[in-house]
């Protein structure tokens, strides 16, 4: 059995779970599956980072220690996680302190391509994020996100020398060695790399006070990228294990946001320890709500728990992993979710009730899956192309309704009693092939479909699968 690796980027915890962190998680939970389904024994990790100013002064509001603040904050994560349907194996935690002692000592194996030097420049606190001169002329000295002005820093910091590894990285997206899906945010980021200035992994004590120390330099402690880019590892066991078995990645999946840090920096690290790089970069887009980006200050920021809460977990995952795109930007709207599930109501559930209705009339005894493969569905899914997929399987749940219509074995059984058996065994028999798939992206009606057919006698659910309000 081949062993395989996925991972998440680790959302900062000075905030609520928000609808992007919902499609890092349902990607990478559905394409987990589907590997599973393969034969692949897969780790997946998911996780929090969970240091830097922003927690630090967050906690200081609140009036509780910084560490209480993210002991809390972190158990909400996993809580949201789980109530996604989620099946990780690994969560991390970067205050863990295995995770504090292993990055301290990936940063002394990077020494030869570590060097200190004065920065003097322009930083959003609300990114904790330096940006270049071009970047603040760009946007006219305020950050886009924050809506605050940059702030002029002049301060001695360690850095990463990017340059070192400019060529390599290159080459090796260059390849498809590290492959960025979709292909035009290859054509992107190698845009951006010629550019890429070696990198700020440090700041002072005095400026940062919840961090982990540098190793030698107690006035200094380390910055975000060591310390979260090495949750991918450092939850492996690296440096103290042989990670092999499952590095590199499958597949890293991240926001576009952030896939700079992941195709730039995060290759740097691994290229300096001598690692080998990530198979697969995902990058996926934004959710949109009525077709703005979500802000506070607009008002238009959805609580994926009020999702939730509105149909459960099945009509949640069905609308982003079936009408959210994969790769692109997609947007919400409440209509379009009422919509999604009149479209499960209606397609899926109904073709649920009258299927197992006719065979209970019928007398028609319980299936067994039969599995085969269907080379178009696993080319979409290969391709990270979930959504185009899952396409696939609702045509194929339309044209069962189709079969039924047409076939009309109601009538059948009146008049010839053992083609009508025939065509609703068939009828079974392909509903439950196609739930074989089903399972991957909903996996709690997969069950109950499952349950339903497979049972010594087809009686239809007693309630709808997905009742009208």
Request: overall charge negative; hydrophobic content about 35%.
């Amino acid at each position: 059995m081949k062993e395989s690796y996925i991972t998440t980027a680790i959302p900062y915890v000075n905030g609520n779970p928000h609808l992007g962190h919902v499609m890092d998680y349902l990607l990478a939970d559905t394409l987990r599956r589907y590997m599973m389904s393969k034969g692949a024994k897969v780790r997946f990790q998911v996780g929090t980072d969970e240091h830097g100013n922003k927690i630090y002064k967050k906690a200081a509001e609140a009036g509780i220690d910084t560490q209480e603040f993210v002991d809390q904050n972190a158990a909400q994560f996993e809580k949201f996680i789980q109530s996604l349907g989620v099946e990780y194996t690994d969560f991390i935690r970067t205050t863990n302190p295995d995770h504090e002692r292993r990055c301290q000592e990936i940063w002394k194996r990077l020494g030869d391509h570590i060097y200190k030097d004065k920065y003097e420049g322009w930083y959003c606190e609300g990114c904790e994020n330096f940006v270049t001169d071009t970047e603040h002329d760009e946007n006219d000295g305020i950050c886009p996100d924050h809506k605050k002005p940059y702030i002029k820093l002049s301060e001695e910091n360690y850095y990463l020398r990017i340059a070192d590894f400019k060529d390599e990285i290159r080459a090796k997206i260059e390849s498809d060695e590290m492959k960025i899906t979709p292909a035009f945010r290859k054509k992107e980021f190698l845009n951006l790399l010629k550019n890429m200035p070696d990198v700020s992994i440090s700041r002072p004590k005095s400026q940062v006070a919840w961090g982990i120390p540098v190793p030698g330099d107690e006035e200094q402690v380390m910055y975000v990228w060591i310390d979260a880019l090495a949750n991918y590892i450092t939850v492996l066991g690296y440096p103290d294990n042989d990670i092999s078995a499952y590095w590199p990645a499958n597949t890293q999946i991240v926001g576009k946001d952030i896939l700079r840090f992941h195709a730039g920096i995060w290759p740097a690290i691994l290229l300096g320890l001598g690692l080998p790089l990530p198979k697969n970069l995902l990058a996926h887009g934004f959710i949109t709500v009525n077709g703005e980006k979500m802000s506070k200050s607009i008002g238009n920021v959805v609580d994926p728990i009020e999702i939730l809460n509105k149909h459960g977990l099945v009509p949640l995952r069905y609308y982003f992993l079936r009408h959210a795109s994969t790769t692109d930007d997609s947007d919400f709207t409440w209509d379009k979710y009422e919509a999604a599930y009149n479209e499960l109501a209606n397609d899926l559930g109904n073709l649920v009730q009258r299927l197992a209705t006719l065979c209970k009339k019928n007398g028609i005894s319980g299936r067994s899956v039969i599995r085969r493969d269907e080379p178009e569905f696993d080319a979409k899914m290969e391709a990270y192309e979930f959504n185009f997929a899952f396409d696939l399987l609702w045509k194929q749940i339309g044209d069962l309704n189709k079969r039924i219509d047409s076939e009309k074995p109601w009538a059948l059984a009146k008049t010839e009693p053992e083609k009508a058996k025939a065509v609703l065994e068939s009828l079974v028999d392909e509903l439950l092939t196609i739930n074989e798939r089903l399972a991957l992206f909903i996996p709690g009606t997969a069950t109950q479909i499952a349950d339903i057919f497979t049972a010594t006698e087809i009686l239809p659910p007693a309630t709808p699968l997905f009742p009208k309000n």
